[in-house]
């Protein structure tokens, strides 16, 4: 199976690396086959052994697609994608703002063909779905310093969701859910550990996930790929939208996580001069503790919210969430009061296609309303100090957690060791240090005293700029304050 997955990315690979002659990037590629995958799959599931009634009306479907040739062919292409883009539900949203970037007929055809030849609704779940994860991580590879937004390592997910442990019958949301991979570890896990019955198997193909994207090229990935697994009905499980924008009403078991890198949250405006610019938001939501444009912040406050009592959470966040003060203080004590945040995950540099990210998994369980703080100690987990990865000869590997899983003890968490990388801290240690900062360490880092290992000029001068734009804004923040009074 993975030689012919392999073989198939390749095949398809090759045919985008012609295409960039003619200006196609690999995200603009990636996005033509999604369009293209899906009418070809659709058009299959219509025949025997499936004989489903097609989703795709006839005069816009594979079909009618690749009976096309020239110059008939890109006006059938072109008007298929904005007419789709209308439709209602997963549909709508994989054809979404859909444009035709492949301006070539010829290439066009030529990659039609390379489609046709397949059969793609007969290969296996995991195959199909190997084959495109193959093309994101190419893609990711490419883009590097955008990617970390969408392409989270697939070994930590897969941990993640082994931690989380999702039972059936039970819902998973990921807020800023990208190309979905936390959907499709879930549903592995799901089929993999469970024998699930009809009922069971409906819940998890129609009611099980929910995620939200801002980004329509990410959402659209998403939707494909949640296709290519059985995943979804009629209605779309996936919400084009900024999740932070308001609190749905909606409540999940579970929320499995990696929002977007960036500290800031932003808009992209037009100024009377006509220009775009960049304006920072803030989010003013009466269920947060705190009002800040901080994102990340935002998002543990979110999450705290869409949880159910007694949900869990596993949310990758970057260090300034762990230490960062004013608003940042704020959230930290609203969470370790209401919800019980039992263990810390510090994972190591080398691991994101953004390079230099310094991130973290917090792993908390909402609780009701108590007088009484909920966390009653911390465990935290060091997997950065003295941890060296990189993206091609060193890849984080799921066998690199797997000491991590036996220390958490999923199966019971009560029951815990300290080990010299995991370690416990009480909530009276933790409330009394500055700014109840979660960022804590005690080994040695080796290569402290090597400036060799130090991170890339580039690295340093992004996080002198960001720490500087922190400092300027809790400064903006005294002097409001000031002026308040």
């Known amino acids: 199976m993975a030689n012919e997955s392999n073989t198939l990315v390749q095949k398809l690979w090759n045919y985008c690396n012609v295409l960039r002659d003619d200006g196609v990037s690999y995200g603009d590629y990636v996005e033509q086959l999604t369009y293209l995958l899906f009418l070809k799959m659709a058009d299959e599931l219509t025949k025997p052994p499936y004989k489903r009634a097609s989703i795709i009306p006839v005069a816009y479907d594979w079909n009618t697609l690749s009976s096309k040739e020239g110059d008939e062919l ?56 190997k084959i495109y994860e193959g093309l994101l991580e190419k893609n990711a590879e490419d883009i590097k310093s955008g990617a970390g937004q969408y392409f989270t390592p697939r070994a930590l997910i897969k941990g993640m969701v082994a931690i989380i442990n999702p039972q059936p019958n039970s819902t998973i949301c990921d807020p800023a859910c990208g190309t979905g991979g936390f959907f499709l570890a879930a549903h592995n896990y799901l089929t993999h550990n469970f024998k699930l019955n009809k009922d069971e198997l409906n819940f998890l193909r129609l009611n099980t996930f929910k995620g939200w994207e801002i980004v329509d090229s990410a959402a659209r990935l998403c939707a494909m790929n949640l296709f290519l697994h059985g995943i979804g009905g009629e209605e779309s499980p996936i919400v084009v939208s900024d999740s932070l ?45 705190a009002t800040t444009s901080n994102k990340q912040l935002n998002f543990v406050q979110h999450i705290k919210t869409i949880l159910k009592i007694n949900g869990k959470a596993a949310v990758v966040v970057p260090d300034n969430v762990l230490f960062e003060g004013g608003a940042g203080e704020t959230v930290r004590k609203n969470l370790l009061h209401s919800c019980d945040v039992h263990t810390l995950l510090r994972l190591p540099t080398g691991v994101f296609y953004a390079q230099g990210v310094k991130a973290n998994v917090i792993f908390f369980d909402k609780k009701p309303a108590s007088e009484k703080p909920w966390t009653k100690e911390l465990w935290i987990y060091d997997l950065r100090t003295n941890m060296h990865f990189t993206l091609k000869t060193n890849p984080l590997k799921y066998s690199d957690l797997e000491d991590f899983i036996k220390c958490y003890n999923p199966k019971n968490r009560f029951k815990r060791e300290e080990t010299e990388r995991f370690k416990r801290f009480s909530y009276d240690e933790i409330i009394k240090r500055d700014k109840t900062s979660l960022d804590i360490f005690w080994l040695k880092d080796d290569s402290i005293e090597d400036s060799a290992n130090l991170p890339a000029p580039d690295v340093l001068a992004q996080e002198i700029a960001e720490n500087l734009e922190d400092a300027l804004e809790q400064m903006r923040g005294i002097i409001n304050s000031f002026e308040n009074k």
């Open 74 to 129: 890109e006006i059938q292409y072109r008007h298929a994608l904005e007419n789709l883009g209308k439709s209602k539900g997963m549909l709508g949203v994989i054809f979404r703002k859909s444009q035709n970037k492949i301006q070539d007929p010829a290439k066009l055809k030529r990659l039609i063909k390379l489609i046709d030849e397949e059969t793609w609704s007969g290969l296996d779940v995991d195959l199909k779905g």
């Open 245 to 289: 924008a308001s609190d749905t009403g909606e409540r999940f078991d579970y929320v499995l996580t990696n929002p977007p890198f960036g500290k800031k949250s932003s808009i992209t405006i037009i100024n009377e001069e006509g220009k775009t610019d960049r304006e920072t938001i803030s989010y003013e939501r009466t269920d947060f503790s």
